[in-house]
C-alpha cells in the first residue's frame, strides 16, 4: 500500500491535545500506523546504569503520533491541509493534493 505521508512532509495535528500544532515528519512507522513529527510527542525515558552510560540518567525520546491524527500541509504560510492522492502520468506514480486541484506534491 502507498504511504500518503511520507519523510520530510510538513503536517498539521488535526485531533487530540497538539492540535492545530505542525511539524516536520521525521520518520513513518508502518508497523504501528504512526508517524515521528519534529516537536511533538517528547517524553521522558529514564535510563539504567550500563557499560555504556555508567551513570544511567533519562533521555528525550519520541513517541509516535497516529497517522489518522494528521494532515499534510500543502500552504506554509497558511497552513492549509489536504487528502493525499495519486495519479498515474509518464514517469509512473505522483501524489497529487486532492483539496487544491490535483496540485502535485513534491
Known amino acids: 500500500m502507498a ?3 511520507v519523510k520530510g512532509d510538513t503536517v498539521k495535528i488535526i ?3 497538539d492540535k492545530g500544532t505542525t511539524g516536520k515528519v521525521l520518520a513513518v512507522l508502518p508497523s504501528k500506523n504512526a508517524v ?13 546504569p550500563s557499560q555504556l552510560n555508567p551513570r544511567g540518567g533519562s ?8 497517522l489518522h491524527k ?7 504560510k ?3 491541509t489536504s487528502r493525499v492522492g495519486y495519479v ?3 514517469d ?15
Open 36 to 48: 515521528l513529527i519534529e516537536n511533538v510527542g517528547l517524553k521522558h525515558r529514564k535510563v539504567r
Open 59 to 66: 533521555k528525550d525520546i519520541h513517541v509516535g503520533t497516529s
Open 92 to 106: 509512473g506514480k505522483a501524489r497529487v493534493a486532492r483539496q487544491a486541484k490535483n496540485k502535485e506534491i513534491k
Open 15 to 17: 485531533s487530540g491535545s
Open 88 to 90: 498515474k502520468n509518464a
Open 3 to 5: 504511504r500518503r505521508i
Open 78 to 80: 497558511s497552513a492549509q
Open 70 to 76: 494528521v494532515a499534510l500541509v500543502i500552504d506554509e
